[in-house]
């Protein structure tokens, strides 16, 4: 994966650790989130509650590939991450539209119950 600078949005080649532009630190590819941060509707509805940004990255992914409209509400401040995680227990929400909310609950818990089914061991009689 090339790195990215998530300010200004620039493909930096293999190597590259900071951004020439602005000086930010490149990330190593560009997080679905950046694309559609400001297009959270005002029906849309949060699905799901994340505890980190991974696993919100994780769930809209999956239900974008579903063909749901997922959206990323991050309720933590970047900055003040470690004072944020204590004032909110969650890292932020899954948000997505009010007629596909149904339909996207299902393939949570779906999702859900496959995720823990690989973790665990076969379980025998
Ligand atoms: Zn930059």
């Not at 579903?66 to 969650?90: C, H, N, T, W």
């Amino acid at each position: 994966m090339a790195p990215f600078c998530l300010q200004c949005r620039t493909e930096y080649r293999e190597g590259f650790r900071r951004c020439s532009d602005c000086g930010s630190e490149l990330v190593d590819s560009l997080p679905p989130e950046a694309d559609n941060r400001e297009e959270i509707d005002s029906d849309m509805l949060p699905v799901y509650d994340a505890p980190d940004q991974m696993s919100a990255l994780v769930l809209s992914t999956f239900l974008n590939d579903s063909g749901i409209r997922a959206v990323i509400k991050s309720e933590q401040i970047p900055m003040y991450d470690g004072v944020a995680m204590m004032l909110f227990p969650r890292w932020g929400q899954v948000m997505v539209l009010e007629d596909q909310y149904e339909k996207a609950k299902i393939l949570i818990d779906e999702y859900m119950a496959g995720e823990s089914l690989e973790e665990e061991e076969p379980q025998q009689e």
